[in-house]
């Protein structure tokens, strides 16, 4: 398994921004996809978004659509998420996952990052 270090966590006011970086210590194949979860104190990890690594392909969560963006960077083997219009309920714990299908369930992920706190101010 490749491991996966995610940063770019911090505090941020309700309607700013934060740009959350994944990155590999080794090569990201096509096929692998690459998520983000996160996890607020007391409460279950919650799917965020995911994208295939070769194609593009995105999934986000309900909650997050038309605010955050997942993209990636293939030579760099980094996968990011911009998050805009945060909200206090953004606040949390995320993670980067990497698996191979294009899921919502963390089960389906095999590695994961470390975790960077996000915390958002009202």
């Known amino acids: 398994q490749v491991p996966l270090v995610d940063t770019g966590g911090g505090l941020v006011e309700a309607g700013g921004s934060l740009r959350l970086s994944c990155a590999a210590s080794?090569?990201?194949?096509?096929?692998?996809?690459m998520a983000w979860f996160r996890q607020a104190p007391g409460k279950e990890r919650e799917f965020v978004a995911a994208?295939?690594?070769?194609?593009?392909?995105?999934l986000y969560a309900d909650s997050v659509k038309g605010r955050f963006t997942i993209s990636k960077v293939s030579a760099e083997n980094t996968a990011y998420l911009h998050m805009n219009s945060l909200k206090p309920e953004d606040t949390g714990v995320y993670y980067c996952a990497r698996g191979v299908d294009l899921s919502s369930v963390p089960s389906e992920y095999r590695t994961w990052g470390q975790g960077t706190q996000v915390t958002v101010s009202s």
């Open positions: 080794g090569r990201i194949y096509s096929s692998a996809v």
């Open positions: 994208i295939r690594w070769g194609v593009g392909r995105t």
